[in-house]
């Protein structure tokens, strides 16, 4: 809702046949619906013990800095792409590894691999941006497709979802968990297979490699979490 709401006007150049309720509403009620939800997430999230409430207030702040002024961490591809990066992946996880074990502090593999996987979340975010880079250009904010251009950034993009795969997957198999290290890195050869394709026309194939290679990426999570479950390197 913040973000549609800041960026109504960037939304209706990219996507003008998208329905965005908060963009749409008349007045400033989009304003208003998204420091409601927040101010009732925060309430909610104080009942949840110490660590979701840290987390939630950092992911509440992350969230209003990246789109509303004075701040905007999304005028700056790499501010922006980080921001979003750490609310999408690492802070939900800790957040959920904190309630599995009754409000407590999650385990240094369950903090080391969320944070791993927030980094490699930045070429996400990249990645997402692409469909943008008409409205970004008008509206001038400088997402990394707009600084970089498609071809550098899709680059870029690749790099920094694979590497933090790489050290997770090494990090399994130090912690004892060789298959599940070597499911990692499974997803991550045919993740590396369709990036190939992707890099040939980086902002037409930029939806396709959405659809396909995220949820590579996802499921490599899913994988960890997985392991550790199991008590990797608690």
């Not at 992946?89 to 959920?96: N, Q, S």
């Not at 008409?134 to 694979?162: F, H, T």
Request: hydrophobic share 50%; aromatic share 10%.
């Amino acid at each position: 809702a913040i973000n549609d709401w800041f960026d109504r006007e960037v939304d209706a150049i990219n996507e003008p046949h998208r329905a965005i309720p908060s963009g749409r509403m008349p007045g400033a009620w989009g304003l208003y619906v998204a420091i409601a939800w927040s101010l009732m997430s925060t309430a909610f999230a104080w009942t949840l013990g110490p660590w979701v409430f840290g987390a939630s207030l950092l992911g509440l702040a992350l969230a209003w800095a990246y789109s509303a002024p004075p701040m905007r961490l999304k005028e700056n591809g790499w501010l922006g792409s980080t921001a979003c990066a750490f609310c999408y992946e690492g802070l939900p996880w800790i957040t959920g590894s904190a309630l599995m074990v009754g409000g407590g502090a999650p385990s240094s593999a369950t903090l080391t691999c969320a944070l791993l996987y927030s980094a490699g979340a930045v070429g996400i975010m990249t990645l997402n941006d692409f469909k943008s880079i008409n409205g970004d250009r008008q509206m001038g904010l400088r997402s990394l497709p707009v600084q970089l251009g498609a071809r550098r950034a899709a680059r870029l993009a690749c790099a920094g979802m694979a590497l933090p795969q790489v050290a997770v997957a090494a990090l399994l198999f130090t912690w004892g968990h060789a298959g599940h290290g070597l499911a990692v890195a499974g997803v991550l050869l045919a993740q590396c297979v369709l990036m190939r394709r992707w890099l040939t026309r980086p902002r037409e194939l930029a939806p396709w490699y959405n659809a396909t290679g995220v949820s590579l990426y996802v499921s490599g999570m899913m994988i960890t979490a997985f392991a550790l479950r199991a008590g990797a390197g608690a």
